[in-house]
DNA sequence: ACTTAAGCGAGACGGTACGTCTCGTCTTAAC
DNA sequence: GTTAAGACGAGACGTACCGTCTCGCTTAAGT
């Protein structure tokens, strides 16, 4: 969220962006240095030289301000048709793979599922900015691969999606081994029966 | 952890298991109410009728508190050997489904993961206690099956445990969906090429 | 104390003076009520409709805050010069009576006594604002009478001020008798001989 | 109090005198080093190696317990008839500051009287056993200075005594000037028109 | 010698208050 | 009319003692 619950028409002292960059750019480090549950909003005004009412004017929960501070490290890279469905699925793979090897997209990420009861609106505004666009290109992605043959007709393209999200997730946020060398094609392999 | 550090031969008054008990099941009800973030030791003391120093006396971090009291419920049923590696693996992913979908479970779980930085000794109680023998017993079946041929001989066990932990995760807990009937059935089909 | 240790140009809200003075009433009654040992800082808060943590920022122990409180109450009287030497000797113990009578005063003395290890600023704060005044003036009035000739030249000013204070403090506080009236004369007599 | 309630026909274990020493020993030291309001009694059962209900079995209260060990240090001297009334009182007066100057019997008393409406039991039995004796005797030292003259017929015994056990706590204890020198010789030609 | 009741240590227990912390809101003066 | 500063009510934190209450062991007196 980033406007105020009342925009009325323009009027005082015109909002500073600078403010809002260094409020995110705070919260961006305290995240680096404490992580999520113990970064605190008090802390981030502090560190940006902000007041903490100015924090709220604008996020209304530490996960808006959170996810806003890590747009761009949490976005998850589309696939394109490059008319190779096993090489479109590494690639979607892969992209995956990347968000979630980034240190504060690994973060923001393993909180937002964490305190999905606590703060459902987190994980939805996740779900829908960072992890839709992505999801659609990647069923479009398996469409195109039953279309073509080279999958299954009867191919669950939901589960396979869960497959590879959990496996993704599992292995480089909850055991978070660096070494996901050839992880992207080891899912892939089980997926499509590699000849 | 249920004993204080040293637990000599019996002197003084002896722990009250009636008490013990009581904060156990005011806890598992206010984890059911409020959730985990939300549960204090103060509220689950004034629940139980207990004085909060008494908590404090066998407990020291709510993690610990909360998984004894959920103890039964985040225990992961081992596999045994049934001479099917097909069923054997069918039914360690159902003991994981099971689990996951147990309601008190899926609340410590994610508490677990989400207090990883500021309590690790949580999460790791949580992979001693639960996830490693279920984890053992599971590795156990993939080796057999491997063995007897069932499965390939280059087979990455924990890879393979890593799909199943990753996707049952994703579907029960992420997701969130109930009707995962056919779930086990799917991944396993997805590992062992059914014939 | 009544200002946090920095108190530099006004920045920020601004302390608000009738909440100040709803702890402070709330002090009294407590005062009144319970008595200064079983007056605590989270009964006073709860009656002043504060939070704990404003009374801590003003008043940092329960002595300050009691003082302040009654500080109207323990404030004695002090002598101006009448050109009668017994008159004012008269009228300094007087004084002394009347706030030793006065209940909060007779409380917040004794707590200022028993707690003289404790808290030793707090028998410190009560001394400079309300002992040291009177005690200032009353000095000045035995060396007006010395200078007179009404009182002997080697009049030892300390004792004879201890000999009233301890005399009054007995009587009005520890013996706690309510027929205070000829006391002052008494005093006075055998300090002057009376002709 | 040194007996429980009943004290039937002696059965069972009988008391153990060591353990009332160590304790009353251990009141002492606890005394001696932080004062009256800072000892506790889960302190002083520690330091005796005793349990605490040991404690409160024999002493109901903190007053009582530390009264009794201080019993020795708080016992006023008495006076006896030596035929010179100025000399009987003398001496009436140097007993008081000879108690009062004594470290132990200073903080106990000290508590006795600033604790007057919290525990007035205390009060009660340090004026019964330690005051009352002494005050008695007094009482007869100046009687018997009416009675042969030395004092006026018409002398207040009960104000005479409050100027002098006034005087003298507001010098040994409240200014706690070691120097008492000649205080009690001041006290009593204030007392005794001295010729 | 055996029984038995109290003394005793240890320490668990329900409470209460401590002083600190962070939350999210509210209130000023400054710009 | 937005901002920084920071006061505010709320309420949980973990600790310290309170005074009471079991326990199992010890110790004599009365059998």
Same mark, same amino acid.
């Given at each position: 969220m980033t406007t105020p619950a009342t925009s009325k028409a323009q009027r005082g002292r015109p909002r500073d962006p600078r403010i809002q960059q260094s409020i995110l750019q705070a919260t961006r480090e305290m995240l680096d240095e404490v992580g999520y549950s113990r970064l605190t909003i008090e802390g981030v005004a502090a560190r940006a030289g902000a007041g903490k009412a100015t924090v709220y004017r604008w996020w209304s929960t530490k996960g808006e301000l959170v996810l806003e501070a890590v747009a761009d490290h949490i976005a998850i890279g589309v696939v394109s048709d490059t008319g190779d469905t096993r090489g479109d699925l590494l690639i979607a793979t892969q992209q995956l793979i990347e968000t979630f090897s980034d240190r504060l997209a690994g973060i923001v990420i393993f909180a937002a599922i964490a305190n999905l009861d606590d703060d459902p609106n987190m994980a939805r505004i996740f779900r829908e900015t960072a992890v839709m666009p992505w999801r659609q290109s990647a069923v479009e992605a398996i469409q195109r691969g039953i279309d073509r043959g !080279?999958? $299954? *007709? !009867? +191919?669950d393209i939901v589960f396979t999606l869960d497959v590879i999200v959990g496996t993704v997730f599992q292995r480089t946020l @909850? @055991? *978070? #081994? $660096? #070494? +996901?060398?050839?992880l992207s094609r080891s899912i892939i392999d089980l997926l499509i029966a590699s000849s």
């Open positions: !080279d999958l $299954p *007709a !009867d +191919t @909850v @055991v *978070a #081994q $660096p #070494q +996901t060398e050839g």
